[in-house]
């Protein structure tokens, strides 16, 4: 049995967490509060500090969510992020092909960004497309000639 510094409720052994205090004899100590405690006192300073714990991690996220998008960036079209972000403006945000914004969501619920469109061959970046267009193209193997024949069949249709 032991007694919690908090509640000064004495409780069995194993309502307290070990300490990563190990004593002279090798046993290792434990905790001043019970398991209660602590988990009570966390709940506190998470309610009171939860702006701050939330505006850190949002920060963190961001910070690394940039430099991942940059490296996956370099590493597969040799563009840096700087580079991403002047086509994005030039082409205001929009698809390179039916000019609207990116409507695919992550599993997360967080829109994705417009795909890096590039010729396969000669590896030149040609634009930023939404997922529907890049696959379009992706579905065509990147052909004019199959492209245009579906041009041309639902231009018979209307």
């Not at 701050?52 to 963190?60: A, E, I, N, S």
Request: hydrophobic share 25%.
């Amino acid at each position: 049995m032991k007694k919690c510094s908090k509640c000064g409720e004495i409780k069995p052994k194993t309502e307290f967490s070990k300490s990563s205090y190990i004593r002279k004899d090798g046993i290792q100590s434990l905790r001043r509060w019970c398991k209660k405690c602590t988990y009570e006192q966390i709940q506190e300073w998470n309610h009171k500090n939860y702006g701050y714990v939330k505006t850190r991690k949002k920060k963190y996220f961001r910070n690394h969510k940039e430099q991942h998008k940059g490296s996956m960036l370099k590493n597969r079209y040799g563009i840096s992020l700087e580079v991403y972000n002047e086509l994005l403006e030039k082409q205001g945000g929009l698809c390179a092909i039916c000019g609207q914004p990116e409507t695919a969501k992550h599993q997360t619920g967080v829109t994705r960004s417009l795909g890096v469109d590039h010729n396969h061959i000669t590896e030149e970046i040609r634009g930023l497309l939404c997922q529907k267009c890049n696959k379009l193209l992706g579905d065509a193997g990147d052909s004019c000639n199959i492209l245009h024949k579906a041009y041309l069949y639902l231009s018979k249709i209307r």
